[in-house]
Antibody, heavy 125, light 113 residues
Framework: QVHLQESGPGLVTPSETLSLTCSVSGGSISTYYWSWIRQPPGKGLEWIGYTHHSGNTEYNPSLKSRVTTSMDTPKNQFSLKLGSVTAADTAVYYC???????????????????WGQGTLVTVSS | DIVMTQSPDSLAVSLGERATIKCKSSQSVLHSSKNKNYLAWYQQKAGQPPKLVFYWASTRESGVPDRFSGSGSGTDFTLTISSLQAEDVAVYYCQQYYGTPHTFGQGTKLEIK
């Protein structure tokens, strides 16, 4: 069974860079797409972006200028960097796997089927 | 961006009764050539990450009780719980993955009456 675990600082200073890592166990990150999603306290969900070992990435345009994702295949981890943070970036950050359903030789990516527990990142001085 | 709008924002239903949550997208999420609706439903209990309930609008994720059903096509979708159980108390979100950015509804809080 695939398990995801986020790690990183819980407190980030305004204008600095938020850095998080998602460690994947029970499966290889060399398959599937992998995503970051965040949730401000008491609010809804916002998709940040996804990444694939092929190098294919896509980000939410609202964050694109500040976001970078990367993958470390030997460590079976993927990472998120969000620059120039403000208090508005305070949220629980989740990593998630993009599920796939296959019929014969054709597979389609679909929704987020495995999630980490999430990590609260507070932006404050 | 595709805007997802859920109704109602909150819902109180008696145990054993039916609960219905609606989700409307600002444009169709039906991929006509694949004949699939790129729509998912999630359940988020307090203090937990979201849990996938349905994808392709009506494909139940493994382990989800069959009292849950998903329906709809194009721009209008429904999540139904046929007989509400206490463990179903949660916030439910719809999400489209037809286009990027992937977007979520604002959530519907389901409680026991």
């Amino acid at each position: 069974q695939v398990h995801l675990q986020e790690s990183g600082p819980g407190l980030v200073t305004p204008s600095e860079t938020l850095s998080l890592t998602c460690s994947v166990s029970g499966g290889s990150i060399s398959t599937y797409y992998w995503s970051w999603i965040r949730q401000p306290p008491g609010k809804g969900l916002e998709w940040i972006g996804y990444t694939h070992h092929s190098g294919n990435t896509e980000y939410n345009p609202s964050l694109k200028s500040r976001v970078t994702t990367s993958m470390d295949t030997p460590k079976n981890q993927f990472s998120l960097k969000l620059g120039s943070v403000t208090a508005a970036d305070t949220a629980v950050y989740y990593c998630a796997r993009v599920g796939e359903s296959c019929s014969g030789n054709t597979c389609y990516s679909h929704a987020f089927d495995v999630w980490g527990q999430g990590t609260l990142v507070t932006v404050s001085s | 961006d595709i805007v997802m709008t859920q109704s109602p924002d909150s819902l109180a239903v008696s145990l054993g009764e039916r609960a219905t949550i609606k989700c409307k997208s600002s444009q169709s999420v039906l991929h006509s050539s694949k004949n699939k609706n790129y729509l998912a439903w999630y359940q988020q209990k307090a203090g937990q990450p979201p849990k996938l309930v349905f994808y392709w609008a009506s494909t139940r994720e493994s382990g989800v009780p069959d009292r849950f059903s998903g329906s709809g096509s194009g721009t209008d979708f429904t999540l139904t719980i046929s007989s509400l159980q206490a463990e179903d108390v949660a916030v439910y979100y719809c999400q489209q993955y037809y286009g990027t950015p992937h977007t979520f509804g604002q959530g519907t809080k389901l409680e026991i009456k």
